[in-house]
């Protein structure tokens, strides 16, 4: 006994009657309904069908939002952290100068400085930079240590010359200087022109 | 929801709950999670679907199988213990036959058992049934047969070995 849909049987053992009385033994048997909380479901689904997709929407909105403010805290750390790492590597490369390194006996007008400036006490109200004449004929150079002036200068170029090797606890002195040949670097009158600049 | 999505869902849950649990535990053990998410993913549903039971029974499907896939890592012998904590039926008077047939059902092939469990407890014709699982209504209807006859087979054999043994 097939249900009205069924084609035939084919390629079944036994009797219809054993067959059909099988499947009525199996129907017999009833599926639990104790496992669905049928109140709980039908609260669950009147929840779910007022939340119209304009909610969805709204949800959706307060995660683009939160990603964005994520996005923006991220890229301002890394930007801090870079700024940090920037900052820390300067101040090494301050420390020792390119001309310092590899020849001992070359200084820069700017490490010049630095020295001058580390062993006189200057005021915050003093010029960053002054040149007067000493006894000598030359030009005595008054600075204060600048990492900015230090790497413009350098970088102005011809600043390690032998010419500019400084003495120690004197002044640096800029200006002509019979006894000895010409400077591959800078004159005295581009000196002047980048001090004016800097003032 | 309406009048008339509160009287859906009302006889979808008495008409189709239970089988539609039972139908979800072939894959998995937590079939009333399944039911209830199908619920929720109807009640989004705009417009609601024509054939109301036939996409139900879909998406059970498709939801139990993919929870079925996130539990797979577990070891038979843990799913076996969570089959044995939640029975398929209820007990009937003799209630030792209920699980004799159960256990039985259970051992069959999910090709064979699958359109077993939509004809006999969740009523479907075998045309619905061949859409359900993919396959064309005479395949479906083979696999109804073959999976009737072993499990009568099994279930006869077992009875004489217990009548031989008395």
Known sequence: MNPPDLPPEHGTSGSPEDHALFET????????????????????????????????????????????WSTAVACLTTAAVML?????????????????????????????????????????????????????????????????????????GGLASHRDEPTSGQPHKLGPDPHQEPTRGLKTSDWQRVFDDLL | MDRAEHELVSWLLDEHGPALVLYAQQWCDIPEDVVQESLMKLMAERP?????????????????????????????????????????????????????ITARLASLPLEQREPIVLRMWSGLS???????????TSTAH???????????????????TREANK
């Not at chain 1, 900052?87 to 700017?110: M, Y």
């Not at chain 1, 400085?113 to 062993?119: C, L, P, T």
């Not at chain 1, 109200?125 to 240590?145: E, H, Q």
Request: glycine share 4%; net charge positive; hydrophobic share 30%.
């Open chain 1, 84 to 156: 940090l790492v920037f900052a820390f590597l300067n101040r090494e490369d301050n420390r020792t100068s390119p001309a310092q390194v590899g020849n001992d006996s070359i200084a820069t007008p700017a490490q010049s400085w630095r020295n001058s400036d580390s062993n006189r006490e200057g005021s915050p109200s003093d010029p960053p930079i002054s040149t007067k004449t000493n006894p000598s004929g030359g030009l005595d150079v008054d600075s204060r240590s600048t990492t900015t002036r230090d790497w413009h200068l350098f970088s102005v």
């Open chain 2, 142 to 160: 083979r696999h109804y047969q073959q999976g009737i006859e072993r499990l009568r087979s099994m279930c006869e054999s077992t009875t004489h």
């Open chain 2, 126 to 136: 075998f045309q619905q049934i061949a859409e359900l699982v993919g396959v064309s």
């Open chain 1, 25 to 68: 033994r199996l129907k017999d048997m009833v599926p639990r309904s104790d496992r669905l909380d049928r109140d709980r479901l039908i609260f669950l689904a009147g929840r779910a069908s007022v939340e119209s997709p304009a909610d969805v929407y709204a949800v959706m909105q307060t995660a683009r939002t939160r990603n964005r």
């Open chain 2, 48 to 100: 609601v679907p024509d054939n109301v039971v036939g996409w139900m029974y879909r998406v059970v499907r498709n939801t139990a199988v993919s929870a079925s896939r996130a539990v797979k890592a577990r070891s038979r012998h843990e799913q076996a213990a969570a089959s044995q904590r939640h029975p398929w039926f209820q007990n009937s008077h003799d209630g030792s036959d209920t699980e004799f």
